[in-house]
């Protein structure tokens, strides 16, 4: 009877201290590795950084497709920008210009 109870007592002593060094290592394990741990937030945070950066790309090119298209307005043309796009379109070119030929498949617009 005696050692039923040592083992009851060491039963006793030892299961809830177990459960609670597991409860904590499982919650500093989620906090690095989890679904939303250190290791998620930063590959957040560098998708986040990512998507800022094609943003502003977006945003730059827009600006400079936009700034083209209200050059080629009626009441707005602008004679630089007709002036290129008629050499693109006919393939058109002064006597005292270098000409450098793109393959078929190689357009500039």
Same mark, same amino acid.
């Given at each position: 009877?005696?050692?039923?109870? $040592?083992?009851? =007592?060491?039963?006793?002593?030892?299961?809830?201290? %177990?459960?609670?060094?597991?409860?904590? !290592?499982?919650?500093?394990?989620?906090?690095?590795?989890?679904?939303?741990?250190?290791?998620?937030?930063?590959?957040?945070?560098?998708?986040?950084? =990512? !998507?800022?950066?094609?943003?502003?790309?977006?945003?730059?090119?827009?600006?400079?497709?936009?700034?083209?298209?209200?050059?080629?307005?009626?009441? !707005?043309?602008? !004679?630089? %920008?007709?002036?290129?796009?008629?050499?693109?379109? %006919?393939?058109? $070119?002064?006597?005292?210009?270098?000409?450098?030929?793109?393959?078929?498949?190689?357009? %500039?617009?």
């Amino acid at each position: 009877m005696h050692i039923f109870h $040592a083992i009851k =007592r060491f039963i006793k002593a030892t299961i809830p201290p %177990l459960f609670f060094l597991m409860l904590t !290592a499982y919650f500093v394990k989620n906090t690095f590795d989890g679904d939303y741990g250190l290791k998620s937030f930063r590959i957040q945070q560098e998708q986040m950084i =990512r !998507a800022q950066q094609s943003q502003k790309d977006a945003i730059s090119e827009f600006n400079a497709w936009n700034k083209r298209v209200k050059g080629l307005k009626e009441n !707005a043309l602008d !004679a630089d %920008l007709l002036d290129e796009r008629t050499r693109v379109m %006919l393939s058109y $070119a002064h006597s005292d210009e270098i000409v450098i030929p793109y393959k078929t498949n190689e357009h %500039l617009y």
